[in-house]
C-alpha cells in the first residue's frame, strides 16, 4: 500500500470555525490532490499540488485553501467552516499528472454543525 | 459539460458474472480509470483503458470504446469480497479526472 496518512480521521466541528485537515505521504510523489466525496456525487476536486509551493484550483475550490511547504505534506484548511462543508475528505497521491493511477489516503469524515 | 453517468446499484449472485457500464462525455479524453471503494474505505485502483478494446486482469476486465464514449467493467466467478462501490472516473484534456457518482454493487449468496 502506499504510505499516505491523513488526520484526524474523523472531526466534528462547529459553523464558523476553521479547521485544517493535514495528508502526510511517504512514496516522494509529485503530485498531491484533495477531493471531498459526497452521496450521490462523485469524487470532486477541491485543490491540487504539483510541487513544493505550487498548487493549483480544482471544481469546488471556493471556501478552501491549500499549503505544501514539504514534498510530504499536504494542507487542506476550511477558513469558516460552514454545514455544506460536512464530508469526506480524501487526499490522494500520484507520481505523474498524465496516465498515473492516483493511491488515496483513508479519508477524514468532517461534520460542521 | 463534463459529465460520466454509470448505474446507481445492481444486485448479482455469488459465482455469477456482471457488467458495471460507463458513459461518458469530456473536454478531450485521455483515458478511463476503474477503482473499487468498499463501504467507509479510500478507493482503489483497478484499470486503465485508453486505447480501445478489452483488457483483463484476473477476474477483472475493463473495456473502452472512444468512439462510443463507453466503458465496461466485467467482473466474474462473483465472491462476496466484491460487494464494494465501483467509481468510473475519464481523464479530460487537462489531465484532470471526471469521476462518475459510483455503482454500489450487492452480491447475494
Known amino acids: 500500500d502506499a504510505g499516505i496518512t491523513q488526520s484526524p480521521r474523523h472531526k466534528v466541528t462547529e459553523t464558523g470555525t476553521p479547521v485544517t485537515l493535514r495528508c502526510h505521504q511517504t512514496?516522494?510523489?509529485?503530485?498531491m490532490y484533495w477531493y471531498r466525496q459526497d452521496p450521490g456525487h462523485g469524487l470532486r476536486l477541491i485543490h491540487y499540488?504539483?510541487?513544493?509551493?505550487?498548487?493549483d484550483k480544482g471544481e469546488v475550490s471556493d471556501g478552501y485553501s491549500v499549503s505544501r511547504s514539504k514534498t510530504e505534506d499536504f494542507l487542506l484548511t476550511l477558513e469558516s467552516a460552514t454545514s455544506s462543508q460536512t464530508s469526506v475528505y480524501f487526499c490522494?497521491?500520484?507520481?505523474?499528472?498524465?496516465?498515473?493511477?492516483?493511491?488515496f489516503g483513508p479519508g477524514t469524515r468532517l461534520t460542521v454543525l | 459539460g463534463q459529465n460520466i453517468d454509470q448505474p446507481t446499484e445492481m444486485t448479482a449472485t455469488e459465482g455469477a458474472i456482471v457488467q458495471i457500464n460507463c458513459t461518458y462525455q469530456?473536454?478531450?479524453?485521455?483515458?478511463l480509470f476503474w477503482y473499487q471503494q468498499h463501504a467507509g474505505e479510500a478507493p482503489t485502483f483497478l484499470s486503465y483503458?485508453?486505447l480501445d478494446g478489452l483488457e483483463e486482469k484476473g477476474r477483472f476486465s475493463s473495456f473502452l470504446s472512444r468512439s462510443k464514449g463507453y466503458s465496461y467493467l466485467l467482473l466474474k466467478e462473483l465472491q462476496m469480497k466484491d460487494s464494494a462501490s465501483y467509481l468510473c472516473?475519464?481523464?479530460?484534456?487537462?489531465?484532470?479526472?471526471?469521476w462518475g457518482a459510483g455503482t454500489k454493487l450487492i452480491i447475494k449468496p
Open positions: 483503458n485508453v
Open positions: 512514496e516522494n510523489h509529485r503530485y
Open positions: 499540488s504539483y510541487g513544493v509551493k505550487d498548487t
Open positions: 490522494a497521491i500520484s507520481e505523474g499528472y498524465d496516465y498515473n493511477e492516483q493511491f
Open positions: 472516473a475519464a481523464m479530460d484534456s487537462n489531465y484532470q479526472l471526471i
Open positions: 469530456t473536454s478531450g479524453f485521455n483515458g
